[in-house]
């Protein structure tokens, strides 16, 4: 059919008229215009727009491979729908219209419309996961594969809503690896029950050079339990409250002279039954070496190697000395507890100790004060 702007005629009883309007009649009243047309391949970037010339839109739907959603606005007049979203490269996308007429007849026609290619291209890593249920301390995170040269213009695509209504704000750090991150936080931890959605319309948008972003992505997520640890290095103990209870107070031994755990609050970023730690990982030789092949209930919290775990050969410790290379660690049942009552997202904090943990450093963007942390926008 090409990319040409389309001319559909009516069909009886809203029935879908073909793609080539065979059996239809034709009717003034039913002119339809999609655009980008005229047979070439459209460029990224662009939108779409829909007009009727003789009568209303009733509904348009443009869909494509792995795309969530694909929004747009009507006119006033109900004659012209333009997408929100744009267009990514190398992408095939089907339009789907139907308008109603003067004489109250309706058509449905189906069209498709495909995009050049690109220099090149972009995808945001999000986390959390659609449908996850977390902890309060969980930003919304996307992190990206490529470099992002025009953060405003990526930043301006991404939306995030709650229910209840929560203030928050996106704020640009570089992750752990190096590569461009933008978080979404809540001034205060999130509340319990809350629920949130993140909207990517990344498809179309140039992050600088002609690399575009390729995704259209609708994730929402739910606010669980507030499950709270803090670690007290001079108490040498971890104190657990759910929704403002205290479940327990555990005797525990961190970050000893040299390698002390990082100060400030971090957040669970995954749960792991037993694990290797081998110092080289984290860059510790010499006499301080180890290599423990099996540590039990870990919990990390930093992607640098903080882990809250089994530390049964420190058992004379737990609460009179802080002896490890930089982990909190506690007994096995007091770490198989925490290991069962702690999820993807909830805050850890370290008091006493020394150096905080850096915003990118898994999700340290609690250690910022919200001044600076609205001042992180590319919008602000």
């Given at each position: 059919m090409g990319l040409a702007a389309l001319l559909l005629t009516a069909c009886d009883g809203g029935g879908g008229g073909g793609s080539d309007g065979k059996h239809a009649t034709r009717s003034p009243d039913s002119v339809i215009t999609v655009k980008p047309g005229g047979g070439a391949a459209a460029s990224p970037g662009d939108k779409v727009t829909v007009h009727s010339s003789g009568g209303r839109l009733l509904d348009i739907r443009v869909s494509a491979p792995d795309a969530d959603e694909f929004g747009g606005s009507l006119s006033a007049d109900g004659r012209t729908w333009t997408s929100s979203a744009l267009l990514a490269p190398a992408t095939k996308y089907t339009v789907v219209a139907r308008a109603k007429g003067a004489d109250g007849r309706t058509?449905?026609?189906?069209?498709?419309?495909?995009?050049?290619?690109?220099?090149?291209?972009?995808?945001?890593?999000y986390s959390p996961e659609k449908g996850a249920t977390v902890g309060v301390g969980m930003p919304v995170s996307?992190?990206?594969?490529?470099?992002?040269?025009?953060?405003?213009?990526?930043?301006?695509r991404l939306s995030?809503?709650?229910?209840?209504h929560v203030e928050g704000a996106w704020s640009w750090v570089k992750d752990h690896s190096g590569r461009d991150r933008v978080d979404y936080r809540p001034r205060k931890f999130w509340t319990s029950g809350t629920e949130v959605t993140l909207r990517m319309a990344l498809s179309g948008v140039d992050a600088g050079g002609g690399v575009y972003g390729t995704q259209q992505r609708v994730v929402r997520f739910h606010v669980g339990h507030a499950v709270v640890g803090t670690v007290d290095t001079n108490r040498k103990t971890m104190t657990v409250k759910e929704d403002g209870k205290v479940l327990r107070t555990l005797p525990v031994s961190s970050g000893k002279p040299g390698f002390e755990t990082w100060n400030g609050t971090m957040v669970v970023l995954e749960k792991v039954p037993s694990i290797r730690m081998n110092s080289r990982t984290v860059g510790i030789f010499g006499p301080e070496a180890y290599n423990l092949g099996s540590v039990k209930w870990a919990v990390r919290l930093t992607p640098s190697g903080t882990f809250v775990h089994a530390a049964p050969w420190n058992a004379g410790k737990f609460g009179r000395v802080n002896g490890s290379h930089g982990c909190v660690g506690m007994s096995t049942s007091d770490a198989r507890w925490f290991f069962g009552h702690v999820h993807l997202g909830d805050p850890v904090t370290v008091v006493h100790s020394k150096d905080t943990v850096a915003e990118g450093n898994g999700y340290g963007d609690w250690n910022v004060d919200w001044a600076t942390w609205r001042a992180g926008s590319a919008l602000s």
């Open positions: 058509v449905t026609r189906r069209t498709t419309i495909g995009t050049a290619r690109a220099r090149g291209t972009f995808v945001g890593e996307v992190v990206f594969d490529k470099p992002v040269r025009d953060k405003a213009a990526v930043e301006r995030v809503t709650t229910s209840p």
